[in-house]
């Protein structure tokens, strides 16, 4: 029989994309306020892997990840996705978004994103709210799925997330003193 019992803390990321890198920094403060300071802030990069935002947010977007310092517990998932939702509203435009904030957390298995839109892979978590299971981490590295979206898939972004896992992985060794 197995024992029930309380899941570790898990690594808080953002991925931020906007078409003006000051709406994600001014969106960083924000998240930063609410979440504590990132450990992890990537360099502005271009988000040209698919142009599903273009009718609603513009050609020729922005995007940085954030990792945060203070672990979360992964069960505050769909609250920390309502509140981004929030957020986005905010320097919206005529209903059309300037920002998106898509939440996830790193743990040793897997990279999780939040979203409120159902599929095969994502089970529901609560209040509109789904776990995308994006990568899973074996044989040393962070693993793209056949649902894995490409720019999660891309090399780099592998490379960078396995980086930011190291440094989650200190975190519970330090937790653990």
């Known amino acids: 029989m197995s024992r029930p019992s309380p ?7 953002f991925s931020l994309f906007a078409k003006e890198a000051g709406i994600i920094n001014e969106a960083i403060e924000i998240l930063s306020s609410s979440y504590g300071q990132p450990d992890f802030v990537s360099t502005v990069m271009p988000f040209d892997y698919t142009d599903y935002y273009s009718p609603e947010m513009g050609e020729n977007l922005v995007r940085r990840f954030l990792a945060m310092e203070k672990l979360i517990r992964p069960e505050a998932l769909p609250d920390i996705k309502l509140a981004t939702n929030e957020i986005e509203k905010k320097p ?5 978004r300037r920002i998106n904030l898509d939440p996830g957390y790193i743990s040793k298995a897997h990279l999780i994103l939040a979203t409120g ?30 649902w894995t979206y490409p720019d999660y ?10 980086k930011i896992r190291e440094k989650y992985l200190l975190q519970l060794k330090m937790m653990e003193q």
Do not use: N
Not at 7 to 13: C, G, N, Y
Not at 118 to 129: A, C, E, F, V
Not at 153 to 162: I, P, R, S, T, Y
């Open 7 to 13: 899941a570790e803390p898990v690594k808080l990321i």
């Open 92 to 96: 919206a435009s005529d209903s059309q």
């Open 117 to 146: 839109k159902s599929y095969t892979h994502r089970p529901y978590l609560r209040d509109g709210i789904y776990a995308d299971l994006t990568l899973v981490y074996q044989g040393k590295k962070f693993c793209a799925l056949p």
């Open 153 to 162: 898939a891309d090399e780099k972004q592998l490379f960078m997330l396995g």
